[in-house]
């Protein structure tokens, strides 16, 4: 099934049942065809959440700028739901990690459509601003939603902080910026992750190490033109830095999709990264990124990055191993 056809069943889906235990202040197919910014909300979505988040104004209206944050958002809420369904918790209930959760609307509006009504599940929100930290705990608070967890914390920090559950389920990362992707990763390795759902922002590290050994590799290699120029740098760094992360989950086990997350005029940053647990390594995805470093002059990354590929080549292919409750 493609994207574009997933997206409709979700969607038809959503608007046949109205999602349990919503919250009086709530889009409704009644509401929904008098006004036309509640028509674009999800079945008991909780209209004041939206208002708290700034995604509504008071008066319920919806300016470009958030519709265009509130369609990224509520396209990979879409994602996620289809791995929600299709998963076994690890300990019965369901634990999401939300990196670089910043202001928190991924995790309040995943809360709010799959977990609030359930029951069950809990959303861990990892973000380095203690304010805004702070500010998403009140949040919570005041909406009822008992079941979302905050930590101050480093993104690097929290696979290995005892504040968290040992495994986790699933672990987003929207538009975390530079290498709280790879942060995530890391913590979703750590955590035996089933499902891991990214979206790349901002990936600098690759392009400022390739902007630092230019000189060397236009004269050792004519590849090197295809980052000579500064724009064309930070692209080939961005293009490069997906690249070497999906080899590098597949390496580990894990099924890899990319993906658009939703048109190009909504987001710059639109390159959505799927990872499934299946516990076959594949042993060529972890020999091509040392392969791939070393010929753009980056080898130095590869234990900082990829750590267990820096040991040696990666073990052969295995026979597919089933993750407990996978």
């Not at 069943?9 to 889009?27: D, F, M, Q, R």
């Not at 929904?32 to 939206?50: D, F, K, M, T, Y």
Request: charged fraction near 25%.
């Amino acid at each position: 099934m493609n994207k574009r056809h997933a997206s409709r069943s979700l969607s038809s889906s959503a608007s046949k049942t109205k999602a349990p235990g919503a919250h009086p202040a709530s889009a409704g197919a009644g509401k929904g065809a008098g006004n036309p910014v509640l028509a674009e909300l999800r079945p008991g979505q909780s209209v004041e959440l939206l208002k708290e988040l700034h995604i509504l104004t008071r008066d319920g209206r919806l300016n470009q700028d958030s519709r265009r944050k509130l369609k990224q958002v509520e396209h990979l809420v879409q994602f996620i739901e289809k791995i929600v369904a299709e998963i076994t918790p690890h300990a019965g209930e369901l634990t999401l990690a939300d990196h670089g959760a910043g202001k928190s609307y991924l995790g309040f509006i995943l809360y709010d459509l799959l977990l609030k009504g359930q029951g069950s599940g809990v959303v861990h929100g990892i973000e380095t601003r203690p304010e805004l930290v702070e500010r998403s705990r009140a949040l919570a608070g005041r909406l009822g939603f008992e079941r979302m967890r905050f930590l101050n914390i480093a993104a690097a920090d929290a696979a290995h902080d005892s504040a968290l559950p040992e495994r986790f389920d699933i672990v987003t990362a929207l538009h975390a910026c530079d290498t709280a992707t790879d942060d995530a990763i890391a913590f979703g390795l750590v955590k035996k992750a089933q499902a891991m759902v990214l979206v790349p922002c901002c990936q600098a590290e690759l392009a400022a190490n390739l902007r630092q050994s230019k000189a060397l590799q236009l004269s050792r290699t004519p590849l090197a033109e295809l980052w000579r120029h500064p724009l064309h740098t930070r692209e080939m760094g961005s293009q490069l830095t997906n690249v070497l992360r999906c080899l590098y989950l597949e390496s580990q086990g894990y099924s890899v999709t990319v993906t658009e997350l939703v048109g190009w005029e909504h987001s710059l940053k639109n390159e959505l990264i799927i990872a499934r647990y299946t516990g076959h390594k594949k042993r060529r995805a972890g020999e091509r990124p040392r392969a791939l470093l070393g010929e753009f002059g980056l080898a130095s990354l590869l234990p900082l990055r990829y750590p267990a590929l820096a040991d040696g080549p990666s073990s052969q292919d295995a026979t597919p191993a089933t993750q407990d409750g996978a």
